[in-house]
């Protein structure tokens, strides 16, 4: 008869949890954006259009039938048809609307409602139904990553080159707004929640795009997650190039060609986000706080912050409560 195992070991097994504020990216996006989008699915019949004034979000829209246009300010004219998205990445003002519009409706935000529904306007003439929603900002402040992006970003089903992986999450809300079910709503922010991260992801093969430029730059992506994960260390221009494997000034210039900031800049200003999300988020008081950011003084770290945040520790918190 054949030896039963042991069922229990008699030393367990520890298994390391992966922290998701390891990588750069998640630990930006956990910080300077909400978890979730917040959206509306909109039907539109012609002549309709809106005019979006200049907001501290990224805003975004996918086309799920029909055709619209999209006029930010500054940018050319943009067409978008049925599974084209487009991203506002600064919330910058702009104009959507349909080829038939001749008078625009000034879009403001109203009150947070249950309502599952769709909501309707225009006239009377052809359908388009779009997807319109937005990240907010965590505090107003513009995320770091969002610094150098364009004012817009289209993804077009018809004219890009394929993207398996843009393509495949669009098809996923595509399906779940035609047939929207239990829990839809929670769907459609994680799936927007994937989309806005794969946008950025694109935007790192293109040039002059800050800090999701510096996510295909092997040395400086390197530096960033060092930052990240020790944000609490004493690093140094020196201490950083060394663990790169880059000379002192090579690295400098490097770093601050690619993301826009000089190295310990950019530090300073992450330490701050991050104090930032720990008044908000946790009971722990300032000096521990401030301890966890890599100061070992609450007034050189209230100074800190002020300067970067506008205004001290303890009114921050205060104003999140």
């Known amino acids: 008869m054949p030896r039963r195992p042991n069922l229990i070991s008699r ?5 390391d949890l992966q922290d998701p504020r390891g990588d750069v990216l998640a630990d930006v996006l956990s910080v300077s954006l ?4 917040l959206y509306k699915c909109i039907e539109a019949r012609s ?26 300010d500054g940018e050319p004219p943009r067409t978008l048809s049925t599974g084209d998205v487009a991203f506002i990445p600064h919330g910058r003002a702009h104009i959507f609307r349909d080829e038939a519009a001749r008078h ?38 513009r995320p770091i990553l969002l610094e150098h992006a364009p004012h817009a970003v289209v993804l077009s089903a018809s004219r890009d080159a394929p993207r ?24 459609l922010q994680r799936l927007a929640d994937v989309l806005f991260v794969q946008v950025l992801r694109w935007l790192s093969t293109h040039d002059g795009c800050g800090l999701v430029q510096a996510l295909s730059d092997p040395p400086v992506h390197h530096a960033l997650n060092l ?17 790169v494997g880059l000379s002192r000034s090579g690295f400098a210039q490097r770093f601050t060609q690619v993301v826009g900031d000089p190295p310990l800049q950019y530090l300073a200003r992450w330490r ?9 988020e946790t009971h722990d008081s300032v000096a521990q706080i401030a301890q966890r950011v890599g100061y070992e003084s609450v007034p050189s770290f209230s100074k800190a912050f002020k300067r970067w945040q506008g205004r001290s520790p303890s009114h921050h918190r205060v104003s999140r409560s």
């Open 104 to 141: 625009l409706f000034l879009v403001h935000d109203g009150p947070v409602c249950v309502s599952t529904g769709s909501a309707r306007i225009g006239g009377k003439g052809a359908l388009t139904t779009f997807l319109a929603g937005f990240f907010p900002y965590t505090g107003g402040l």
């Open 227 to 243: 930052m990240h994960t020790r944000v609490d260390e004493p690093w140094t221009v020196a201490k950083l190039a060394a663990r």
């Open 164 to 187: 398996p992986w843009s393509a495949a999450t669009i098809d996923l809300m595509l399906a779940e707004i035609a047939s929207p079910g239990p829990a839809s709503t929670l769907v």
């Open 11 to 15: 030393t367990p097994e520890q298994l």
């Open 47 to 72: 002549p309709w259009g809106l005019r979006v004034p200049t907001r501290d979000r990224a805003v975004f829209y996918l086309v799920v039938r029909g055709h619209a246009l999209l006029e930010v």
């Open 34 to 37: 909400l978890p979730n989008a």
């Open 272 to 280: 701050m986000a991050r104090a930032a999300e720990l008044l908000r």
